[in-house]
């Protein structure tokens, strides 16, 4: 992953982190974003990890952006019905609309990895 599109998590993370703050703390692990193409669009994915003051805890993958959407309504079903939460799905479609319009190019490079990757795993 490149420097520029890891800034662009970094941002979308700080997004989180800052509607998250009242609860436990989240941890994203940018690392791990991951493209990945399903029904309707490209989603990039990354782990998610609850912390407490004394442990860390795997909390399942996130969907951080939302990209090339094609039918949302097919998007969030999918996404649902894999049970990601609402306020994660509605928060990925707004980073990847800011994604789409801040930086083009990288948001093209991510939906062009998924589907060069797509199948191979």
């Known amino acids: 992953m490149?420097?520029?599109?890891?800034?662009?998590?970094?941002?979308?993370?700080?997004?989180?982190?800052?509607?998250?703050?009242?609860?436990?703390?989240?941890?994203l692990y940018l690392d791990t974003a991951t493209?990945?193409?399903c029904a309707?669009?490209?989603?990039i994915f990354c782990e998610c990890f609850?912390?407490?003051?004394?442990?860390?805890r795997y909390d399942g993958?996130?969907?951080?952006?939302?990209?090339?959407v094609a039918n949302e309504d097919a998007v969030r079903s999918q996404l649902a019905d894999a049970n990601y939460h609402d306020a994660d799905i509605e928060r990925?479609?707004?980073?990847?609309?800011?994604?789409?319009?801040?930086?083009?190019?990288?948001?093209?490079?991510?939906v062009s990895y998924a589907e060069h990757h797509e199948g191979q795993e």
């Open 2 to 27: 490149s420097i520029e599109t890891h800034g662009s998590l970094e941002a979308a993370d700080q997004r989180v982190a800052s509607i998250t703050g009242q609860q436990a703390k989240r941890m």
């Open 35 to 37: 493209p990945v193409v």
């Open 40 to 43: 309707g669009a490209t989603v």
């Open 50 to 56: 609850e912390q407490t003051s004394d442990s860390q």
């Open 61 to 68: 993958d996130v969907p951080l952006f939302i990209l090339d």
């Open 92 to 110: 990925a479609f707004e980073n990847g609309r800011w994604l789409s319009r801040k930086s083009p190019e990288r948001a093209r490079t991510a």
